[in-house]
């Protein structure tokens, strides 16, 4: 027997089984991995223990709301109004705190008023039957208004240690808090999605919702249920954020509008719906953070920052549609 | 062009996809001036050995020579452009465009460098559609116009291509008998032409009136090529399944038990249901017959709960179920397998086991908790006594082929543990094959004490598998009709509102009256 015979054709018959998605997730991770060598290369800080540890912490916001928006995007749609959701249960968050109540308290008030926002898109979504693209979107205005009118262009600063440990402390002294909620949050996120009776209902409704309601899905409660789920981490984002930062002004949520979403179609979770992960968010989340640090280690002039990240998503998810169609195609 | 004798030549010829050898050294040619037909089961290769000829896939091993020239990385423009076209059973027509602008959609006719040439546009498409016999106005947009008038206009869009190879497949599958002889007719014109026409088709009984030649694949293999005046139908079907089909409709008998569906008076101005009563047992099937669009897809749905009804009373297991949707029909295990398996049955991007268990999840994991050992078991399980052909259950549905998809949704409802089944058109687009094992799990179902009522345009397979046949007109039910006295031109004759006869009642069902047709 041949080495043709015994050792490639069985391991070719096996490549041939992988599903394209896997394909496109080993694409991207790799090329996730490729790009951090180049610019470690051309600029040795990159891979400092100080820069790595800043980078992962600024994704972690992105990467708590990209798990939200995964989970609305495989069910329904985008959740457009996660920005504005952050901004305004932190600004309830830290006027409370503010006013001398326990941060616990603050902590709850605004999560739940962020599941509450959440409630009101689920219920636009599902019962109303508005698009989730308007409703979320005209939610966002209308949240970011309201924020605007509480803080009027004030900046709200320095709290006390015990709410901002979310945000600040070292676990260990080494592992900062926003990577220890984030990692939890992603995977929580991708037990819910993978492990869960729950999980199954979001792919399902978002694959097909006719066959769903057809299979005896509640549909409107699942679509609900996905962007509560987004409202809450959201909320959970903005008090990281704010945290982090020790202050809080009303365009606080302004940029992660649609970053949150880019994120999400740049890990390859399908525009529609049915298809992706929490863990593809991450990598996708990773390779945002990764070239907006290079472009400040590379001192890039911030005129063309925007250019830079517009080309990243195109060309970041173009990778990811050929990848996933080529495969189909010639395998 | 060349010289050579045939159009075309396919030797040798294989495509693999993943998990899947579709073509397996498959050969095929045809000459100018003949109808050679493409025979096999779904899944047999025909779809795929046609997207090859069309350009639309490029062969993994083989060649194509079209008119003795050698005919290397093909796309469907440059198949076009070698004289293949192509009509696909779903057509590629705009439908807010007019037939004239469909037939040039791609070399529109232009004048004064840029503006269309609509006279002329409109002239020549008149000219193409009279040389079809076809009589309709080229400014009708084709979303107004028949399904037959749109093939029409898809041939004559071959006919601009200045095509000599034409594929159809299935062109008869949503064609009136009238339409169908219309058809044939213009299929017999374009060969007297010196066209090359290959037909694929699954129905045996049009083969011997429009073909020449035919050719039988079976698992992605060639099986062999045969003159359609020297053949049987049944040896053709013995060379499509490998084996001796025998009677394709077996019956079991089984004694009927309680009842378990009842329906009163069901009225839904909506839909255009109006006062239908019927109702379903235990250990019987129930056939559904009545003329496509006559209500009987509504009635399931509302039975099911999909579509509401304004008046009357469903009752499923003795429960009330007014006001239900299709989570109160699950729940009381009731399953649907719908017409549109692909739209409403399956979630094709997702896995067969996701499929399988999307009806069942809180009955099979009660804690929340997807078991990923327990879903492979039972997955597999169903994979095996169901036999779907699929290299795993993580497979995703699309890839499968029709008769497989449907076993994965009869799946579904078999792991909810239903007990009243629902089919509708059980068979459509499905092929000998996997027609009889279809057949059998029905049989199988009503031997276990389980309920089936079945909605069926095809009326052999309707009186062969049914205990009782309810017959719909205009959105109510004209006749009940025992399985004994059942007749097709019976049937058609309740189904078309030709009174040969007074309705009849069913002697093993008690003298239910029947509703009277709305006129």
């Known amino acids: 027997m041949s080495i043709q015979t015994a050792v490639i054709q069985p391991f070719r018959r096996k490549l041939s089984q992988v599903e394209p998605t896997t394909w496109a997730s080993a694409g991207r ?7 951090c060598i180049a610019i470690g290369m051309f600029s040795p800080v990159f891979f400092s223990e100080r820069n790595i540890s800043i980078t992962v912490t600024n994704a972690c916001v992105l990467i708590i709301l990209g798990v939200g928006n995964t989970i609305t995007i495989i069910t329904r749609g985008p959740d457009l109004s996660t920005g504005s959701i952050l901004t305004i249960t932190a600004v309830v968050a830290a006027l409370m705190v503010k006013a001398g109540i326990f941060f616990g308290f603050a902590f709850g008030a605004a999560l739940l008023f962020g599941a509450a926002i959440g409630l009101v898109n689920g219920l636009m979504i599902a019962r109303v039957g508005l698009p989730s693209f308007i409703s ?10 309201f924020a605007y009118a509480i803080l009027k262009g004030y900046v709200v600063y320095d709290f006390e240690p015990d709410f901002r440990y979310i945000g600040n402390h070292n676990l260990f002294g080494f592992l900062p808090m926003p990577i220890v909620v984030m990692v939890l949050v992603v995977l929580a996120g991708y037990f819910l999605l993978r492990k869960t009776t729950l999980g199954r209902r979001f792919y399902a409704v978002g694959a097909n919702t006719d066959a769903a309601y057809m299979s005896g899905i509640d549909v409107s409660k699942t679509v609900i249920i996905a962007f509560v789920i987004s409202g809450v981490l959201a909320a959970l984002g903005g008090l990281v954020l704010v945290a982090r930062i020790n202050a809080i002004q009303a365009d606080i949520g302004a940029q992660y509008l649609l970053t949150t979403i880019a994120v999400v179609y740049m890990g390859g979770t399908s525009a529609t719906g049915g298809q992706g992960g929490v863990f593809g968010t991450v990598v996708g989340a990773l390779i945002m953070t990764v070239v907006e640090n290079a472009m400040n280690l590379f001192g890039v002039p911030s005129m063309w920052r925007n250019s830079i990240v517009g080309a990243l998503i195109i060309v970041t998810v173009l990778i990811d549609l050929q990848l996933k169609r080529r495969i189909v195609k010639t395998a | ?64 020579i079209i008119d003795g020239q050698p005919a290397a990385n093909l796309n469907p423009r440059k198949a076009q452009d070698l004289g293949v076209g192509i009509i696909y059973q779903e057509f590629n027509l705009v439908p807010y465009m007019n037939v004239a602008e469909n037939i040039f959609i791609d070399q529109l006719p232009v004048k004064h460098f840029f503006r269309i040439d609509h006279a002329r546009m409109h002239r020549e498409a008149k000219e193409i559609l009279a040389s079809l016999n076809m009589n309709v106005p080229t400014t009708a947009k084709t979303m107004d116009i028949s399904t037959a008038q749109q093939q029409m206009v898809e041939v004559a869009k071959a006919l601009t291509h200045k095509s000599r190879i034409l594929i159809m497949d299935e062109p008869t599958a949503s064609l009136t008998d009238r339409e169908i002889d219309q058809l044939f007719l213009t299929i017999r014109e374009l060969r007297a032409k010196g066209m090359g026409i290959i037909y694929i088709s699954h129905r045996l009984q049009e083969l011997k009136e429009i073909g020449d030649r035919v050719t039988v694949l079976r698992d992605g293999k060639y099986i062999g090529t045969r003159n359609l005046a020297e053949v049987t139908i049944e040896s053709l079907v013995t060379m499509m399944v490998g084996r001796e089909v025998g009677e394709l409709y077996e019956r079991v008998d089984v004694t009927p038990g309680e009842e378990v569906l009842h329906v009163e008076k069901l009225s839904s101005k909506a839909v255009g249901l109006h006062d239908v009563s019927m109702n379903l047992r235990r250990g019987e099937i129930v056939g559904l017959a009545g003329l496509v669009g006559s209500g009987r897809t509504e009635l399931v749905r509302a039975i099911f709960g999909a579509d509401r009804h304004d008046a009357g009373q469903v009752t499923i297991f003795g429960e009330n179920m007014k006001g239900s949707a299709p989570k109160d029909s699950v729940r009381n295990r009731v399953g649907l397998l719908p017409e549109d398996r692909k739209r409403q049955g399956l979630a094709l991007i997702l896995s067969v086991a996701e499929n399988t268990l999307m009806a069942s999840l809180d009955k ?17 399980g169903y994979i095996k006594s169901l036999r779907i052909q699929t290299p795993s259950g993580s497979r995703s549905a699309q890839y499968l082929s029709g008769g497989n998809q449907q076993k994965v949704v009869l799946a579904k409802w078999l792991a909810t543990e239903s007990e009243i089944f629902i089919f509708d058109e059980p068979t459509r687009g499905i092929d000998v094959g996997a027609k009889r094992e279809i057949y059998g799990f029905m049989n199988r179902l009503k031997q276990k004490n389980c309920a089936v009522l079945m909605i069926s345009s095809e009326l052999p397979e309707v009186i062969g598998m049914s205990d009782r046949i309810f017959v719909m007109r205009e959105g109510s039910i004209v006749a009940e009709v025992p399985h004994d006295e059942a007749t097709q031109e019976m049937i058609i004759s309740y189904a078309m509102g030709a009174d040969v006869a007074p309705a009849r009642r069913s002697a093993a069902d008690g003298a239910r009256p029947l509703p009277k047709a709305d006129a």
């Open chain 1, 136 to 145: 979320t979107y005209g939610l966002q205005w209308a949240v970011f208004g």
């Open chain 2, 1 to 64: 062009m060349g010289n050579s004798e045939y159009l075309l030549e396919v030797k040798n010829v294989s495509k693999v996809f993943p998990g899947v050898k579709a073509l397996d050294n498959v050969s095929f040619d045809l000459k100018p001036g003949e109808v050679h037909i493409l025979l096999g089961e779904n899944g047999a290769g025909k779809s795929t050995l046609m997207k090859v000829i069309a350009g639309a896939y490029s062969p993994d091993g083989g060649e194509l």
């Open chain 2, 364 to 380: 099979i994991f009660p804690g929340g908790l997807v078991n990923a050992r327990k879903e492979k078991d039972l997955v597999d």
């Open chain 1, 29 to 35: 991770v790799l090329a996730l991995v490729v790009l």
